[in-house]
Nanobody, 126 residues
């Protein structure tokens, strides 16, 4: 059974940093892209960042460019999201996503991802 387990969320003041981790088990995703999405109550899930199979290509939501960095460690079957200069509008539940599609593209569409974690809450106070 495939599982994605996120960790690293919490409460932080504006301007602070958090590092989210997502560990995959049940299969490896070393040849597939992975991504982070987020969602706030009453709003649709929003793409945040994606990374291709070897980390050579990444994509980010415009509003997080220069602040968030996605990376991966295939030896640990783990993807990370380093979040710096956090803003109150970054408050959301953050979800890790993985796909069984093999490819070099870092997909930004949620529909391309088959597996999802349970989410981790990030709250940024002003």
């Amino acid at each position: 059974q495939v599982q994605l387990v996120e960790s690293g969320g919490g409460l932080v003041q504006a301007g602070g940093s958090l590092r989210l981790s997502c560990v995959a088990s049940g299969r490896t995703f070393n040849d597939s892209p992975m991504a982070w999405f987020r969602q706030t109550p009453g709003k649709e899930r929003e793409f945040v960042a994606a990374i291709n199979w070897n980390g050579g290509s990444t994509k980010n939501l415009d509003s997080v460019k220069g602040r968030f960095t996605i990376s991966r460690d295939n030896a640990k079957n783990t993807v990370y999201l380093q979040m710096n200069s956090l803003k109150p509008e970054d408050t959301a539940v953050y979800y890790c996503a993985a796909t069984s599609v093999v490819g070099r593209t870092a997909y930004t569409e949620g529909g391309m991802y088959t597996y999802w974690g349970q989410g981790t809450q990030v709250t940024v106070s002003s």
